[in-house]
């Protein structure tokens, strides 16, 4: 690996140096800051730091249906848009923007238009002369993907970047003429062989890839240019970001705005979870100039979701408390490591994270109001059942539950609670951090193998650090009350870090007077942003009334699964279609959902051409792509298996390849398990 990319990923320093720790990547880790970018003009919408966060979308409808096209598009503005993106997969679809444009002008819409572009120079060439902006992608604009090794010298290397020279220069050259804007946007999907030869299917090699052909722009000194690193996982999403702005800055070159954006992130709740979690945790330290919400839905659904997460940030810097600044980190921010625990009952170590549900405020007195939460009593045969989001840890407060738990869930108590039961083995205390360093210097204060002990970044003195050195019957349970929630909670995990605190924690986080359509959005980036860079072992959401319950619950477990820390159910990465898309894709998504929803573990891509398939679906199990009108290929990991499945029966394809590999259940199995 080459010396930077060593760096990057260990925080090594030069050979004449000390090893370093990782650089920051952002402005500040700890005070909501925009990251200071050039301006990029986007016709009459001028993007970068001095502006606000832009929304945008894409269009579905056939390129060549103009009119289609033009009703679309005004819809995606009065819902928000400010950017209109529309494929443009050849010279004949490129020629037709100037029809789409001129009648969105003749109506009064003057939005500027982006032509998306995908393995054809000619349409980016085109295009350039009549919209405002391009976006093309690094890995299929000069190259064919044909999955193959290629073992380069450096000067093969370098021979592969002057044939790329060659190719991209004419667009450049256009753009800088007619004043368009371009957009560099790599898709992890769809790296090229090229780059997966010499960087491996990595963040580096999603940095590396729009770096080549943002070298060339700035050599021939065009810099009305955005970036983005965009991936179906947010893991690597939000770590490519990152690593983008690190490399930029350690080049020397621009530091160009961001549009950010999380592939193929599917339909609702799911597909918003992810969204948030990728988009929100880049958000939350001042990263992306424009955001683009990625749904299996219609686009003008897209844009309220974007202008929701972006809206949280308008008031940030004013409302916020201050935190403990942080000038270094003690962990990669460009590679994901679990922060290191010692196991607790079934917390840390080498365990999932948990989830606790919050029945404090609601009596548990009936065997049904545990059905929000995946616990099911069957009168006969007087036995419970749990499914796939059944909660771990019950919190009843200071209302015992009324009834013997089901085994497998446990019931936590508030201290006094606790402390006031004759049997006190069965159930376990939530203590205050006062009441924690009281109990502990008292007989029998503390249960003998599990403890949870709340606390905030203020509590963490060296008196309460060093018993959480000494007792290891002990789960931390994080809480805040500032508005910069997630980078608090995230400089309190470094301290535990830095004191070399092993116990495990569970993020609590609660929302009482959000708008129900914000709670998915805002949870998914606090928590998750915490759980991408390997921190949390539980999640606790906070609940006031039962209708929350199973809202609630199913949010924690969709935020550990979109953070591919515990997985419970099955995943779709579906693309939000295009005009390239040659089926229904919204209904398409929602038969193969209601087929396969039951194989928990099992990842389906559901790609409507093959621009985005089998790349964009690159660590899908099995892929459900379009490839002509009613024509379905059906593919292993990348591998295609059934070419030119009619759509009518590629469903039923689909399961029996499943069913070939022995991962398929029958429905009534899956329930049974």
Known sequence: ???????????????????????????????????????????????????????????????????????????????????????????????????????????GYTTPLIADIHFTPNAAELAARVVEKVRINPGNYADRKRFEHIDYTDDSYAAELERIREKFLPLVRICKEYGTAMRIGTNHGSLSDRILSRYGDTPVGMVESALEFLRICEDEQYYNIVLSMKSSNPQVMVQAYRLLVHRLDEEGLKPYPLHLGVTEAGEAEDGRIKSALGIGTLLEDGLGDTVRVSLTEDPELEAPVAKALIDRYTTRATTASPIPALTELPYNPFQYTRRHTHEVANFGGTNVPRVLADYSQIPVQETDVLKAVGHFYLPVPDKWAMNDLGVDYLYTGSTPAGFML?????????????????????????????????????????????????????????????????????????????????????????????RDLTLPVVVQRGYPAINPVDLPLYAATDVGGLLIDGFGDGVFLQATRQDELKQLNGLAFGILQAAR???????????????????????TTAHIRQRTDHLKGVKIGIMGCIVNGPGEMADADYGYVGIGRDKIALYRGQQVMKKSVPAANAVDELIELIREDGRWLEPAQAAAL
């Open 1 to 107: 690996m080459l010396d930077f990319l060593t760096r990057a990923l260990t925080g090594d320093a030069p050979e004449s140096g000390p090893a370093q720790p990782p650089r920051l990547y952002a402005p500040s880790l700890t005070e909501y800051v925009r990251r200071e970018t050039i301006t990029v003009n986007v016709g009459n919408v001028p993007m970068g730091s001095a502006y606000p966060i832009r929304v945008q979308s894409m269009t579905t409808i056939d390129t060549m249906d103009t009119l289609g096209s033009v009703e679309q598009s005004i819809r995606m503005i009065e819902a928000g848009c400010e950017y209109i993106r529309i494929t443009a997969p050849s010279v004949k679809e490129a020629q037709n923007l100037e029809n789409i444009r001129k009648e969105l002008r003749a109506r």
């Open 406 to 498: 089901p085994n497998g869930l446990r019931e936590v108590q508030s201290y006094n609670t606790w402390r006031a039961q004759t049997d006190t083995l069965t159930t376990h205390p939530m203590l205050t951090a006062a009441e924690y360093l009281l109990a502990r210097s008292q007989p029998q204060g503390l249960h003998i193998r599990l403890n949870f002990v709340q606390f905030a970044l203020t509590d963490l003195t060296d008196e309460l650090a060093e018993a959480f050195r000494l007792d290891h019957n002990l789960v931390g349970v994080v809480t805040t009350t500032n508005t910069h929630a997630m980078p608090e909670l995230r400089r309190l995990f470094v301290e535990l870090v830095r």
């Open 565 to 587: 820390t515990r997985i419970t159910k099955t995943e779709y990465i579906s693309c939000p279609s295009c005009g390239r898309t040659l089926f229904d894709l919204q209904e």
